[in-house]
T-cell receptor, first 116, second 113 residues
Framework: AQSVTQPDIHITVSEGASLELRCNYSYGATPYLFWYVQSPGQGLQLLLK??????LVQGIKGFEAEFKRSQSSFNLRKPSVHWSDAAEYFCAVGLYSGGGADGLTFGKGTHLIIQP | NAGVTQTPKFQVLKTGQSMTLQCAQDMNHNSMYWYRQDPGMGLRLIYY???????DKGEVPNGYNVSRLNKREFSLRLESAAPSQTSVYFC????????????FGDGTRLSIL
């Protein structure tokens, strides 16, 4: 069965500093990978996705992520964080069969705190 | 421009009561999903419906039933609610045939006393 590990439960970053959120996955084949963001009391918003092709993917709000097959990682990065980036971030892997999605497996999330 | 709509947004139940959570999407998506979110656990898949007329168990199906009423609607039923089912429930949908990512509703916050 596939699994996703987000090693950092909480991360605190100063506003304007760079950010990297770690994600490692376990899956027998090339995975479909996602990063979602959740603000308090809200649903999940897709930041970016990787299906195939270029291993560096760009997303919304200035985020990017890099797929590294050799390290089974899909880390999320942002060069300069803003106070509005404070939220919960989830990495997820998609189990696709027959060309379709049978649901996502999520990591437990990383809570991002932005210091002024 | 509604996307995925869940009702109700909040609910308090007593142990043993039954309840149905409703979900509807207006994006003409084939696949729909129900997840639960618990503190420190991320989201876990309860059931999914790959297409109209089919449903399958996810990681944590016990205590739940689902109905794919039509292409738009996918409901989740708790027949006899238990305190362990206190959670935030999210419905999601995706266009399975195009490998599109899932779009999520805003959640239903359910407390069982």
């Amino acid at each position: 069965a596939q699994s996703v590990t987000q090693p950092d439960i909480h991360i605190t970053v100063s506003e304007g500093a760079s950010l990297e959120l770690r994600c490692n996955y376990s899956y027998g084949a090339t995975p479909y990978l996602f990063w979602y963001v959740q603000s308090p009391g809200q649903g999940l918003q897709l930041l970016l996705k990787y299906f195939s092709g270029d291993t560096l993917v760009q997303g919304i709000k200035g985020f990017e992520a890099e797929f590294k097959r050799s390290q089974s990682s899909f880390n999320l990065r942002k060069p300069s964080v803003h106070w509005s980036d404070a939220a919960e971030y989830f990495c997820a892997v998609g189990l696709y069969s027959g060309g379709g999605a049978d649901g996502l497996t999520f990591g437990k999330g990383t809570h991002l705190i932005i210091q002024p | 421009n509604a996307g995925v709509t869940q009702t109700p947004k909040f609910q308090v139940l007593k142990t043993g009561q039954s309840m149905t959570l409703q979900c509807a999407q207006d994006m003409n998506h084939n696949s729909m999903y129900w997840y639960r979110q618990d503190p420190g656990m991320g989201l876990r898949l309860i059931y999914y419906s790959a297409s109209e007329g089919t449903t399958d168990k996810g990681e944590v199906p016990n205590g739940y039933n689902v109905s794919r009423l039509n292409k738009r609607e996918f409901s989740l039923r708790l027949e006899s609610a238990a305190p362990s089912q206190t959670s935030v429930y999210f419905c999601a949908s995706s266009d399975r045939t195009d490998n599109q990512p899932q779009h999520f509703g805003d959640g239903t916050r359910l407390s069982i006393l």
